[in-house]
């Protein structure tokens, strides 16, 4: 085990810390004002994005997949369908569980915002970084996240 340094401020963590999250913070900000501006929330926005091109899934599936939470995911489905952009239908394989699926409408809105949105955010990654480093950044991140997510840990 590594002593702990004599000024815990100089802990190299913490010279990546705040460059990431500011990060974060710059992203989510210009991230958040597009979305709405085309008219849905973020968490809308992620239901759409990753019900577009499918069939539906199980409110499990798209829970796994998006980053909307549990909680929230059942009243994001309720406003979406309120607006007529998704539907709940029974699964044909599993009479326990309800497909989510985009309408008609939904398939549109999806078409419209997804790549609209796609080549807003894309200018901001590509003055930044080439692709073989936003290659390198994905797998670092990655890592970093497991770490995070290792059950074993503290």
Same mark, same amino acid.
């Given at each position: 085990?590594?002593?702990?340094?004599?000024?815990?401020?100089?802990?190299? #963590?913490?010279?990546?810390?705040?460059?990431?999250?500011?990060?974060?913070?710059?992203? $989510?900000? &210009?991230?958040?004002?597009?979305?709405?501006? =085309?008219? =849905?929330? $973020?968490?809308?926005?992620? +239901?759409?994005?990753? %019900?577009?091109?499918?069939?539906?899934?199980?409110? &499990?599936?798209? @829970?796994?997949?998006?980053?909307?939470?549990?909680?929230? =995911?059942?009243? +994001?489905?309720?406003? %979406?369908?309120?607006?007529? $952009?998704?539907?709940? +239908?029974? @699964?044909?394989?599993?009479?326990?569980?309800?497909?989510?699926? %985009?309408?008609?409408?939904?398939?549109?809105? #999806?078409?419209? +915002?997804?790549?609209?949105?796609?080549?807003?955010?894309?200018? #901001?990654?590509?003055?930044?970084?080439?692709?073989?480093?936003?290659?390198?950044?994905?797998? $670092?991140?990655?890592?970093?996240?497991? @770490? #995070?997510?290792?059950?074993?840990?503290?």
């Amino acid at each position: 085990m590594t002593p702990p340094p004599k000024d815990p401020g100089d802990e190299p #963590f913490l010279k990546v810390l705040r460059p990431l999250v500011e990060a974060f913070y710059a992203f $989510l900000e &210009k991230d958040d004002r597009h979305v709405r501006a =085309l008219g =849905l929330t $973020l968490s809308q926005f992620d +239901v759409i994005a990753t %019900l577009g091109d499918t069939e539906g899934m199980t409110c &499990k599936q798209l @829970s796994d997949e998006t980053l909307v939470t549990k909680g929230t =995911l059942t009243g +994001v489905l309720d406003r %979406l369908e309120a607006k007529g $952009l998704v539907e709940r +239908v029974p @699964s044909q394989a599993d009479r326990r569980a309800t497909i989510i699926r %985009l309408t008609s409408k939904g398939e549109k809105k #999806f078409q419209e +915002v997804f790549p609209k949105h796609i080549y807003y955010m894309k200018p #901001f990654f590509e003055q930044a970084l080439t692709g073989a480093e936003m290659k390198t950044l994905r797998e $670092l991140l990655l890592r970093l996240k497991e @770490s #995070f997510e290792q059950k074993n840990k503290n």
